[in-house]
């Protein structure tokens, strides 16, 4: 871009001094022609003198040199605004591409926090709540609280404790809050299975998985709460 704003500089040069030249080819006044003549009105014929070339011979090739410089001028000047274009759109692009980029990583950094809300507060319920169903209620309640619920629709300005204990509030659960190391729950032992857990029976068979037609009965039998008896 710099060697191209140059170039339309020394063609503005250019179309200038063709300009001058050309102004300079204007008939003399009557006073100076008077000096070219000696007395009598006869012609100054001094030898080694130069003869005067005609203007209108002059101004011809001149004439065409300014209309190419002025031509080659605007292609220049043509050439350097869609240069300039260019560079603006490409530098739109970048911003906008950028713009993109951290807008996606804004939303998944708040699609990353939602879930991690919604993973403490059932860890939190599997220490209380025993059976299948009542955990499933208690999931729906969770959505609805966070899609519903105006308490819980400043979940962005606030601590990961308060959401996590103003949720537990509101859906009855109380949690110990000793376990909690600032950011979770913490584990002093190993995870444990929560009490509607299908695994809780040794099997030496897929749990979750039965033969033939039967895998969804299989399934529902398996992940029975203790104690049910199916109908």
Same mark, same amino acid.
């Given at each position: 871009?710099?060697?191209?704003?140059?170039?339309?500089?020394?063609? /503005?040069?250019?179309?200038?001094?063709?300009?001058?030249?050309?102004?300079?080819?204007?008939?003399?006044?009557?006073?100076?022609?008077?000096?070219? !003549?000696?007395?009598?009105?006869?012609?100054?014929?001094?030898?080694?003198? =130069?003869?005067?070339?005609?203007?209108?011979? /002059?101004?011809?090739?001149?004439?065409?040199?300014?209309? @190419?410089?002025? =031509? +080659?001028?605007?292609?220049?000047? =043509?050439?350097?605004?869609?240069?300039?274009?260019?560079?603006?759109?490409?530098?739109?692009?970048?911003?906008?591409?950028? $713009?993109?980029?951290?807008?996606? =990583?804004?939303?998944?950094?708040?699609?990353?926090?939602?879930?991690?809300?919604?993973?403490? #507060?059932? !860890?939190?319920?599997?220490?209380?709540?025993?059976?299948?169903?009542?955990?499933?209620? @208690?999931?729906?309640?969770?959505?609805?609280?966070?899609?519903?619920? #105006?308490?819980?629709?400043?979940?962005?300005?606030?601590?990961?404790?308060?959401? #996590?204990?103003? +949720?537990? /509030?509101?859906?009855?659960?109380?949690?110990?809050?000793?376990?909690?190391?600032? !950011?979770?729950?913490?584990?002093?032992?190993?995870?444990?299975?929560?009490?509607?857990?299908?695994?809780?029976?040794?099997?030496?068979?897929?749990? @979750?998985?039965?033969?033939?037609?039967?895998?969804?009965?299989?399934?529902?039998?398996?992940?029975?709460?203790?104690?049910? $008896? @199916?109908?």
């Amino acid at each position: 871009m710099l060697r191209a704003e140059r170039r339309l500089r020394l063609l /503005a040069e250019l179309a200038d001094i063709g300009m001058d030249l050309a102004r300079a080819l204007k008939p003399s006044a009557p006073a100076d022609e008077a000096q070219d !003549e000696v007395p009598g009105g006869s012609p100054a014929t001094e030898p080694g003198r =130069a003869k005067r070339r005609d203007p209108a011979e /002059a101004f011809a090739p001149l004439s065409r040199a300014i209309r @190419l410089t002025l =031509a +080659l001028e605007a292609k220049t000047d =043509a050439e350097l605004c869609d240069l300039k274009a260019g560079v603006v759109r490409a530098r739109e692009e970048e911003r906008t591409v950028t $713009a993109e980029r951290r807008k996606a =990583a804004a939303a998944k950094e708040t699609e990353d926090r939602e879930e991690k809300i919604r993973d403490l #507060v059932i !860890e939190a319920a599997e220490f209380e709540i025993e059976g299948k169903e009542a955990m499933l209620e @208690l999931m729906d309640a969770l959505e609805e609280r966070l899609d519903d619920d #105006v308490a819980h629709g400043d979940r962005d300005e606030r601590s990961m404790r308060d959401i #996590v204990e103003r +949720l537990c /509030a509101d859906l009855t659960l109380r949690p110990d809050w000793s376990r909690w190391d600032g !950011e979770g729950w913490a584990r002093t032992t190993p995870p444990t299975r929560p009490p509607f857990s299908p695994y809780h029976q040794p099997s030496a068979r897929p749990v @979750l998985k039965g033969p033939g037609p039967n895998v969804a009965l299989h399934a529902a039998i398996s992940r029975a709460p203790p104690g049910h $008896a @199916l109908e």
